[in-house]
């Protein structure tokens, strides 16, 4: 069984960072002197997953998606932040030029290590359920044969409804659990994968989050693994249970705390392994 995958009965836990390019790790995560161009395999074979910032600033080439598979390890993973050009926008429904040139842009040569396409919204973006519905068409399920999974994090109030949950459901869409200061947090599962970004670590703990709260973390992941909800997590659909199944779990430490975040990924992977699942 490899670090990554523990599947008994459960869904695969994976935990990792955003990116692999920050020049405080230099000398905390990564060891000094290692040189900028083997960062990727460094954190790739330290941690699970990696979301991708990159691609939401600017498109990226086949020929660099081919070179991030070929450094990374057979089990790992990367979520790709979709391209503000299809999220920054006042009207959704006119997105899908920009979504079809972000998977068109070579994404598939990532092969089995393409995992969550990350689309993230403004703060300042509401909840237009009709809009909101039809940037969730525009999505492609497959490229190729290959499904394809969507979680998308919706930063304003407005979204803590029911009436949003149904939707992400039905279109079989994440929407990704934030634990962050402002933002709102809705854990309500809508689809066969889990995706959380762990938003209010401090730099000033080893590990980013207290010993303590990575327990309770690896704990509520390990219940959205073998397919029920972690009971003290805001749910905006409380009536409606979803179906109980193995489901894959992404748990990102990113934004605060990023000094620490590969120690808080490290952590949060131990602490899963030592209870075994």
Partial sequence: MSRNEKTVRHGTIRAGIGGWTFEPWRGVFYPDGLAHAKELQYASRHLATIE???????????????????????????????????????????????????????????????????????????????????????????????????????????????????????????????????????????????YARLQTGQDSIPTAYKPKALVQWAARAKQWASGSSPDDLPLMDPEHKPRRAQRDVFVYFIHEGKIRAPAAAMAFQERISQDGK
């Avoid at 994404?107 to 359920?129: S, Y």
């Avoid at 809009?131 to 994090?153: C, Q, T």
């Fill in 52 to 194: 991708v910032n990159g691609t939401y600033y600017r498109t990226q080439k086949p020929s660099t998606f081919a070179t991030w598979a070929k450094e990374t390890p057979d089990d790992f993973i990367f979520a790709l932040k979709g391209p503000r050009y299809a999220t920054n926008r006042r009207v959704l429904a006119e997105a899908g030029e920009s979504i079809d040139r972000f998977i068109d842009s070579g994404v598939a040569e990532l092969g089995e290590k393409l995992g969550p396409l990350l689309w993230q919204f403004a703060p300042t973006k509401k909840f237009d359920e009709a809009d909101f519905g039809a940037f969730l068409d525009l999505l492609p399920r497959k490229i190729g044969k290959r499904e394809l999974k969507h979680a998308v994090e919706v930063r304003n109030p407005s979204f803590c409804t029911s009436a949003f949950v149904a939707l992400a459901r039905e279109k079989s869409v994440a929407i990704v659990f934030a634990d962050h200061a402002t933002y709102p947090a809705i854990a309500d599962v809508t689809t066969d994968f889990i």
